[in-house]
């Protein structure tokens, strides 16, 4: 009997992901795709569901960021070591990549929940002697490299996870698949029905689509990956007939949301308006809604946790009933939040060097700095900006990495410090490098207001504002993703109105409202403000977390 072997009789459900934040010491993540993969593990090991979850080791993380002089970001390797948190496991497969055999082998890493109920997390690993100098790299850097190596990491963790699956003696009923990095694992189910006559592959895509299930994540035809066949056909020259893959995966390119759309019997957004954006995007396709929710013991603040744990006793395994959170006492929630908040300002002053107030206001802005998520938005006026803390002042935290070729990211980072250095006097403004899970948790327990400003539809779901939620910190964002289905205008937090395409009216409307409404309440009327806490956490933690998003996957996608 091995490791493995307990897993192996009750597993039924195979989760694929490219990056998952399973343990804040592991880096093998670089965003909400990734966290949500986390939660998504530490909820099936709450609710003892039958699931083996399948990523890459990637030795070498995504990356640590330092911030230059200058304030640009600096990327350097956040290499971890597998064998000092997982067991390397016996069995060995091979995928034939251009012409060469790659050889793959899968760490065991053990998540185990409160409670002792453990579920297994398979961490591929090339880094083998037996293979190729030039693939014993590729599951180094997460999200590294060109097309062509992106397109054999997915080789690895599409077609490589389940062979892996196989070898170690899983019997699977469900593939879910989450976002379409490991959509080529439709393929490889596909080429295993067998005619039983000729011996002949049979490409059965019934038997594909009722044990396969697909979550998107993304809202933008460009944003799904996609890759030429000239470059497929290099890579696996004899895996499938071509046209019968230009059948499910598009004609002009290798489309891997077409192609899961295709071969996925469930398909869902991660929020109610991100199903609405793909079925347009996709029209034809039935595609269902599960919102996402953050797990609730990772996320909230320690103090918190007690409160809830003396009011609601199985508050972690049911958040559901945090719904009744309105009769908690005012003093203890505003107790509880005053030492996440002093935890936030010893955090910022050990890593930087910064001491922030405790009587003032923080609003806090972390995500992966990219583009759509507008990161710069609340500078667009900094005198409009300095008059609104003139009046009454707040302190600003930021934190984000960009991805190392996302030049817009990278230069928006830059401009943040720019700007923090000009405000200096008038408006406190921070960054905190290298947001990771730790960061996330300092952030989302300690701040007062989480601002989200980015461009409507592009956000799908969004999940820190969630984790806030959960803390009693205020939410006042763009209405996009989750937001529009949990925002109660002045009861769960503020929505920032985002009428028509212009920009400009969008700073205009973030400015009114933070400076004429939320802002004026912080400090005019504190009981009320107190209030809102209790009713964003009765409202939002009860329904936006990976318990009840878990239950909805198993009940509706799972047991279809
Ligand atoms: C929660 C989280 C995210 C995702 O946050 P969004 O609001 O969806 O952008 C990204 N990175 C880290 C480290 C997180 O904890």
Redesign the pocket.
């Known amino acids: 009997m091995t490791l493995i072997t307990p897993f192996l009789k009750r597993t039924r459900i195979a989760y694929f992901s490219m990056e998952i934040?399973i343990h804040p010491d592991i880096p093998t993540?670089?965003?909400?795709l990734?966290?949500?993969a986390g939660d998504t593990a530490r909820s099936c090991a709450d609710l003892e569901l039958p699931v083996v979850f399948v990523s890459l080791v990637s030795r070498a993380g995504y990356f640590r960021q330092r911030i230059g002089a200058d304030g640009r970001q600096v990327e350097e390797p956040d290499t971890w070591d597998p064998a000092a948190w997982c067991t390397p496991m016996d069995a060995m497969i091979a995928v034939r990549i251009e012409q060469r055999m790659v050889w793959i082998r899968p760490w065991l890493y053990v998540h185990s929940s409160d409670h002792g109920h453990m579920i297994p997390v398979l961490l591929l690993d090339t880094d083998l002697p037996q293979n190729a100098p030039e693939d014993r790299t590729l599951t180094h850097f997460l999200y590294g490299g060109d097309d062509a190596y992106r397109l054999k990491q997915e080789i690895v963790l599409g077609i490589g996870g389940a062979r892996v699956l196989r070898a170690l003696g899983f019997a699977l009923e469900t593939h879910h698949l989450n976002e379409g990095h490991a959509a080529l694992l439709l393929l490889e189910l596909l080429g295993r029905s067998y005619d039983k006559g000729n011996g002949k592959p049979q490409y059965d895509t019934a038997y594909v689509r009722s044990c396969c299930v697909f979550t998107t994540h993304t809202p933008v035809e460009s944003g799904h990956d996609h890759f030429s066949y000239e470059l497929f056909q290099h890579m696996l020259p004899d895996f499938i007939p071509l046209d019968m893959l230009k059948q499910y995966a598009g004609h002009e390119c290798l489309n891997m949301t077409r192609r899961a759309l295709n071969l996925a019997g469930f398909v869902n957004g991660v929020a109610r308006r991100h199903a609405e954006t793909t079925a347009h995007l996709f029209p034809g396709y039935p595609i269902h809604a599960i919102t996402?929710g953050?797990h609730p013991q990772t996320?909230v603040h320690s103090a918190f946790a007690e409160l809830y744990s003396r009011n609601f006793p199985h508050w972690r395994h049911e958040p559901e009933r945090l719904v009744r959170a309105l009769r908690l006492p005012e003093d203890d929630v505003w107790r509880c939040h005053e030492a996440a908040k002093q935890h936030l300002i010893d955090e910022i002053e050990r890593r930087i060097g910064n001491t922030l107030s405790r009587s003032v206001p923080i609003i806090g802005f972390?995500?992966?700095m990219t583009g759509y998520?507008r990161p710069t938005l609340l500078f667009q006026d900094l005198a409009r900006l300095a008059a609104i803390a003139e009046k009454r002042p707040f302190q600003i935290v930021i934190a984000?990495k960009a991805h190392p070729r996302d030049a817009e990211g990278k230069s928006a980072i830059e401009a943040i410090h720019a700007i923090a250095r000009e405000l200096e006097g008038k408006v406190m403004c921070v960054f905190l490098p290298n947001?990771?899970?730790r960061?996330?948790?300092a952030l989302?327990g300690g701040c007062d207001i989480w601002l989200?400003t980015p461009l409507p539809p592009f956000?799908a779901?969004?999940?820190?504002?969630?984790?806030a939620a959960l803390n009693g910190v205020l939410n006042l964002s763009i209405l996009d993703?989750w937001w529009v289905e949990a925002c109660i205008e002045g009861v769960t937090g503020w929505g920032i109105d985002d009428a028509g395409d212009d920009e400009q009216a969008h700073v205009r409307a973030l400015y009114a409202k933070l400076g004429e409404v939320v802002l004026p309440l912080y400090y005019g009327e504190p009981g009320q403000w107190r209030r809102m806490m209790k009713q964003s956490i009765a409202h939002i933690a009860s329904y936006f977390n990976s318990q009840r998003m878990m239950r909805r996957y198993a009940s509706e996608a799972y047991l279809r």
């Open positions: 934040a993540c670089a965003g909400g990734g966290v949500l996402n953050v996320w972390a995500r992966r998520k984000g947001y990771d899970m960061i996330a948790q989302v989200n956000e779901s969004g999940t820190s504002g969630m984790k993703g």
